[in-house]
């Protein structure tokens, strides 16, 4: 038996899937050279790309069926989707064509503002419990989501899998078993 995984995972974008500010650092227009994988240019040549990890880890939650949200506190939110939709993330082993970063995440919060909106907001698209919902970001003012039971995993020099394993323990280890509401048994009572 595998290990249960929250129905939803979410990661901010700057310094948590890549290492820069795309408000700051970047300047448009983006491109791509050809068929590159994970990497996109910036009018400058500054090199958007994921951290090492960052694809197969958006395989594997692919792979099992759980939501994935980009939840991002951004002045640039055209620019990071821009930056998403160029990225090719390598294929998995045994595959052979890359897929656009943004066919990942079905669900994007991508504006400025606490991410207790963008959390409010993904609740409210999604339908999906916050006890469900484990968040990657790097900043740990950002941690204030577990006010409505997100799982919080602070992110620090990068996302890879030893962080990601971290944040899977801390919110099975808060969520043990999933909880079926049962709303015929609360008419019942």
Known sequence: MTSRLPKLVAFDLDYTLWDLWVDTHVTPPLRRDGNAHNAVLDRHDVEIKFYNHVPQILHRLRAANVLIAAASRTSAPSV???ALDLLLVPPK???????????FFDQMEIYPGSKLTHFKKLHQKTGIPYSEMLFFDDERRNKEVESLGVTFCLVQNALDNRTFEKGLAE????????VVEDAAGD???
């Open 187 to 189: 008419a019942a009572e």
């Open 80 to 82: 990071a989707r821009n």
């Open 171 to 178: 919110w099975r280890k808060r969520h043990p078993e999933e």
């Open 93 to 103: 082993p045994g595959e052979h064509d890359a897929t656009r970063a943004i066919e």
